[in-house]
Nanobody, 124 residues
Framework: QLQFVESGGGLVQPGGSLRLSCAAS????????IGWFRQVLGKEHEGVSC????????YYKDSVKGRFTISRDNANNTVYLQMNSLKPEDTAVYYC?????????????????WGQGTQVTVSS
């Protein structure tokens, strides 16, 4: 059974950092493109960052460029999202997702398998 376990969310002050982890089981992660999405209550999911399956090409939403870094550790079947210089507007539930396409657009409709989400709250 294909499954994700996300961790690393929490409460952090503005300017702080968090690292989200997405551990996969039931499938080999490096065969899939992986995305991190976030959702604020009442709004649609938005693509934060995505990484392709083979070449490791990355995409970042403009508002997180230079602050967030996506990476994959294929040996441990895990994908990470390092988030630095966090802002209150980064507050959301963050989800990881997998796509069977090698280089999908970083939008939710292109992703097939989803984790349960982890809450990130940036507040003083």
């Amino acid at each position: 059974q294909l499954q994700f376990v996300e961790s690393g969310g929490g409460l952090v002050q503005p300017g702080g950092s968090l690292r989200l982890s997405c551990a996969a089981s039931g499938f080999v992660l490096d065969n899939y493109a992986i995305g991190w999405f976030r959702q604020v209550l009442g709004k649609e999911h938005e693509g934060v960052s995505c990484i392709s399956s083979s070449e490791g090409r990355t995409y970042y939403k403009d508002s997180v460029k230079g602050r967030f870094t996506i990476s994959r550790d294929n040996a441990n079947n895990t994908v990470y999202l390092q988030m630095n210089s966090l802002k209150p507007e980064d507050t959301a539930v963050y989800y990881c997702a997998a796509s069977s396409l090698s280089m999908p657009m970083c939008v939710m409709d292109w992703f097939d398998y989803w984790g349960q989400g982890t809450q990130v709250t940036v507040s003083s």
